[in-house]
């Protein structure tokens, strides 16, 4: 989708909506920087990380992939290089994809898209699906 979206009248609305989708699916990265954790905490290779989907109020959890170095980098999971957290394959189209169904229904309602930020925990302590 090129520059902008003329959303103004009703013939457009889809046209609107699709380019408001892109920008929120364009902002939901898969790259973090180490630097933006809190003073003295640490994410190590064997950590779980997990972030919650408000439609479906479950969790969704994100195994270490040692071969994750990289944007673009083969497997589905996380891993680390040169300061960044990486999101891969299948993980990063999951989280991406769980952000861009939460926006649609919140723009219903004429809201943002919500907040999910993705947690880190130690393997013992990662959340575990529920039960049926």
């Known amino acids: 989708m090129s520059g902008f979206a ?3 009248g009703q013939a457009k609305k889809q046209d609107a ?3 408001f ?32 989907d408000p439609i479906t109020n479950t969790v ?19 891993g680390q290089a040169a300061g960044k957290v990486f999101v891969c394959g299948n993980a990063c189209t999951s989280y991406r994809t769980t952000l861009k169904n939460a926006s649609y229904v919140n723009a219903l309602f004429g809201k943002p898209a919500p907040a ?4 880190a925990h130690k393997a013992a302590c990662a959340p575990k699906p529920k039960a049926p």
């Open 6 to 8: 003329d959303g103004r």
């Open 17 to 19: 909506k699709n380019a």
């Open 21 to 52: 989708q892109a920008i929120v699916e364009s902002l939901a990265t898969c790259v973090y920087d180490l630097a933006d954790l809190e003073e003295g905490q640490t994410i190590t290779d064997g950590d779980v990380l997990a972030y919650n």
């Open 60 to 78: 969704g959890t994100i195994p270490h992939v040692a071969s994750c170095t990289g944007e673009g980098a083969p497997g589905d999971g996380w």
């Open 116 to 119: 999910m930020p993705i947690f």
